[in-house]
């Protein structure tokens, strides 16, 4: 009870600072302005065609699932409870898809008997949860879309749901159907995380891999003489049916992206199409490319925020260091770090859409070439957590993993703005939910550490939480600078509104 209750409280206490916060600077900032001139006029118009909007084309680049619900709830203000009450409902499905593992990791090391089941820290349900899931809050784009109306909270629960339901994949009807559901709705809010399909089916295909004699996670010793392909291969039909029921799961959000392509001719509503050119002179696969340091960015942000989490996969990595195996994961990760930091242009560059955020400190400082030094190394050491992240979970689960970044990565590939507020979310998710699998498989059997538990729960949890202080100052900082923002009166499909979204201006009569 008390849990829930506690989850409640700060749910509740969260989204009453974000309410607070929307009505006291009014249509402020970024976010404000978003909300003004954009997502707000769809919703409005929405609400006055129901129960038949037009959704043929609209004030908004991303399908119309979150616009129509605040229609349909009547929250059709800048700072409205809708957008508070999703923030919440984001806090809520982090907090249960972290936790839980948690509890069951405590029970069983009393069923172990180990001297660490007395520790009371482990039992630290809520306070764990909450100093883990910290830094989302805190961050800017993720408290803003809690302040003001925007789309981007409910399609990061909607990543969150799916990511929860790979990663602790269990054979079942009801996973299957919670799966599928899950997934059209995330594409029905924003249809760029279409990628969130390919998880769901590298976790059907490594649910039937999972038996005895096979290594738990990839740490695990290999005397006895499994191999790469007895961890991919084996059971191979029960694997291919399980796949394809997750493939069929999927179909229902391709059929709905495919359905707004078909309406709008493109993959955004037509207002966005001027602003988002596809070149045609490029092979067909090749248009869908048109942020290539995607890669060397996302492993960049793992590399910054994933350190603040190195008491949780810390002990992986130095495990992963006395096995053959683990070396050449940790390896390849900091090369393939490193090839996408190198290869494409990772320098700061308004004009290709590589700026704010990590890029504004790449800009001051050195570069070699079209590559920036600072992303290069981040980038790196982003392959190295995510390698000894990978280490540190159960061979299912690190493929999950693996496969949600590659999708990621890819599909903001083909989104023309590499900007922070499109992948922070993202990694700070990532993060959180592999706290518990990485909890969930460490080896009670080794030797302990140096630190006591008590000590190892505290960098545990400090960690994430000065990483939600510096995410809370420069929201802060970012709340102080806002500014009100004008109401341009914009209408999709006119050329006044496609001139200022190519040019950032507006010409007034």
Known sequence: MWPGLLDALTGVGYA????????????????????????????????????????????????????????????????????AAIGVVLLQVTFTGLFGRISKYRVFLESRGDAQATDPSVGLSWLCRLCITAPLLASVYVFTSSAWSLPDNLAWAGVVAVLVTAIHFRQSAVVYVFAAVFLA???????????????LVVAAWMSAGIQSGL????????????????????????????????????????ALVGFFVHLWGG?????????????????????????????????????????????????AAIRGLKHSRGRVVLIAGAVFGLLAAVIPATTYSMAEGRWSGLWNIAAKLPTVGHTSLLIAACSILGGVIVAAMMLGMRVNQAAVLLTSIAGFAAAQMASFQLWQRYNEPFVLIVLILCCGPLLSTQDVTEPARPLSAKWWWRLRIAGPLVLALLLGAVTVNELRKATPQPVLNLEPGTERTKEFLRTGKIEEK
């Open 16 to 83: 009453l600072l974000a309410l607070f916060v929307g009505e006291f600077l009014g249509p402020a900032g970024r976010a404000g302005f978003d909300a003004l001139n954009y997502h707000v006029p769809t919703i409005v118009r929405f609400a006055d065609q129901m129960p038949r909007p037009d959704l043929s084309d609209y004030l908004s680049a991303t399908t119309p699932g979150y616009h129509l619900l605040m229609a349909v709830c009547g929250f059709t203000g800048a700072t409205s409870i809708g957008a």
């Open 215 to 254: 290594p738990v996670r990839l740490n695990q010793s290999h005397e006895a003489g499994w191999t790469w392909r007895d961890l991919l291969f084996t059971q191979l039909d029960r694997r291919i049916k399980r796949a394809a029921m997750a493939v069929l799961c999927t179909l229902p959000a391709f």
């Open 185 to 199: 709705l995330l594409v029905f809010v924003r249809q760029i995380h279409l990628w969130a399909a390919a998880p």
């Open 267 to 315: 993959l955004t509503p037509p207002t966005f199409q001027g602003q988002y050119p596809v070149d045609m002179s490029k092979p067909p696969l090749l248009r869908l490319i048109n942020a290539p340091a995607a890669p060397a960015f996302v492993l960049a942000l793992f590399g910054v925020f994933g350190s603040f989490f190195a008491a949780w996969w810390g002990p």
